[in-house]
């Protein structure tokens, strides 16, 4: 399995209020975020707690990468952390902070991948699978910041 750390840091022109609520909607996500192909909460229950399973998928450079994520901890409006399973194994965790009229956010994404055919490409292709995941990163922000910002 191969290591990867994304640090990705975003400043909106909000409240964190705002920027939370659009977090927290996790199953809109597909429809505005390019490259994340599905984000569907398990079971009748939509709100996100502790337990909360969502089945997610982006668009790889290889193919879908598909992997659970269960919130491990929640604390609206600061902090949201999620354990992922499947093709990405690991953590993601979003922290959001005021900064006078300004909300910063921070999103840490600590995974290994299980497939063997994405870990043979990220041991040749491990600087392109990152710039991938930069990209769709920045794509999510652009599309985020519109939403939020109006």
């Known amino acids: 399995m191969l ?25 809109s996500m597909p429809a505005w975020w390019p ?7 398990r079971g009748d229950d939509k709100t996100l707690k502790v337990g909360t ?14 992997f659970t994520l269960e919130v ?8 949201l952390l999620l ?14 902070a005021p900064d006078g009229d ?7 994404w600590e995974i290994t991948t299980t497939g063997w055919l994405m870990n043979l490409a990220g041991l040749l292709f491990k600087p392109l699978l990152a710039r991938n995941h930069d990209r769709v990163m920045a794509a999510g922000y652009k599309a985020l910041k519109s939403r939020i910002e109006g």
């Open 35 to 41: 490259g994340l192909k599905k984000c569907q909460i």
């Open 53 to 66: 399973l969502l089945e997610a998928a982006v668009k790889g450079l290889l193919g879908d990468l598909n």
């Open 83 to 96: 354990k992922s399973s499947g093709d990405l194994r690991g953590i993601g965790l979003w922290t959001l």
């Open 3 to 27: 290591k990867y750390h994304f640090v990705t840091e975003w400043s909106f022109k909000a409240p964190v209020e705002r920027v939370w609520e659009v977090i927290k909607d996790a199953e």
């Open 102 to 108: 300004e909300t910063r956010t921070r999103f840490l």
């Open 72 to 79: 491990s901890e929640i604390e609206p409006h600061k902090r």
